[in-house]
């Protein structure tokens, strides 16, 4: 079983409590919106990822940095969440616990995430035609995007919905193209 597997598999039982909590508390948007908010603050300070991940790190430090960070800035069970992580020793699987809750609210909220890769930045209009668009082949009501920028599609997007892939960039065809030539 690779880490990933094994941290995944960790993560799960976790994210599921969580979900859980947040169901019965009536708070799911809330909890959403407060686990992404720390997900955005761990991913934007690399020290402060290196100090609450670090094992050796005392535990009591820890929950200070968490509480001076978070303390009437998230829902108070979500505090006591990550303490618990903290003496667990879970700490570390934070990101991997958010992305797995994330997932299963997603799901229970019939919500489809769809990631668009564009050689351009999109407009409204364009970003909400593509949603509209979404919706339709996925048959949901809501639809979450990522929109990330890739000059090299030199023109056009990539969709990835799941597993599925839909290549209307102009380096997908010219992909397409070489592979036709070079086997004939």
Known sequence: M???????????????????????????????????????????SRELRE???????DSVLKKEILKSLFANQVNDSILNFLYILVDRRRISSLDLIIEKYLELNYRLESIVMAEISSAVDLHDSQVEALTKQIKLMTQSSKVRLIVNINPSLIGGFVIKIGSKIIDTSLSGKLNKISLYLNTN
């Open 51 to 57: 100090l609450l991940f670090n094992p050796i790190v």
């Open 2 to 44: 690779s880490n990933k597997n094994l941290m995944s598999t960790v993560a799960l039982p976790y994210a599921e409590a969580l979900l859980g909590i947040a169901k019965d508390d009536s708070s799911l948007d809330d909890f959403t919106q407060n686990l992404s908010s720390i997900s955005e603050i761990l991913s934007e």
